[in-house]
């Protein structure tokens, strides 16, 4: 039976050994060694299936982490949109980048 490519985990960005992997249960912190971040990779951008929702998490954090079912469960997490559903894609990063539920926030009013 052949995979199809929108079940698969992307373990990819600031990696030595980028992972594509069928597994999207159980503990991310022996996948992440086993990508090998680079030095001073210390953030990881979480992306949901849909491409609209992603959290930028503490790879700290990620590696004490686990995917339940496709949805990312981070103990002790600060907030609960770290609980992205759906995950399809971990893109390891040099320093936190834009969550998307800051990137969809209005303007400020002048």
């Given at each position: 039976?052949?995979?199809?490519s929108?079940d698969l985990l992307m373990i990819?960005g600031?990696?030595?050994r980028p992972?594509?992997?069928v597994?999207?249960s159980g503990p991310?912190?022996?996948?992440l060694?086993l990508a ?6 210390d ?5 949901a299936?849909d491409g609209?929702f ?5 790879l ?13 469960r981070?103990?002790g997490?600060?907030?609960r949109?770290?609980?992205?559903k759906?995950?399809?894609?971990i ?5 936190p ?7 969809r926030r209005?303007p400020?009013?002048?």
């Open positions: 039976m052949t995979e199809r929108e990819a600031a990696v030595r992972l594509e992997l597994q999207r991310l912190g022996p996948l060694r090998d971040p680079e030095p001073g990779a953030h990881a951008t979480v992306h299936r609209l992603r959290a930028s998490v503490p700290a954090a990620l590696t004490a982490a686990s995917l339940e079912g496709g949805r990312l981070v103990p997490a600060p907030t949109c770290w609980e992205v759906d995950v399809v894609r893109e390891l990063t040099h320093g980048r834009p969550d998307s539920v800051e990137a209005p400020a009013a002048d």
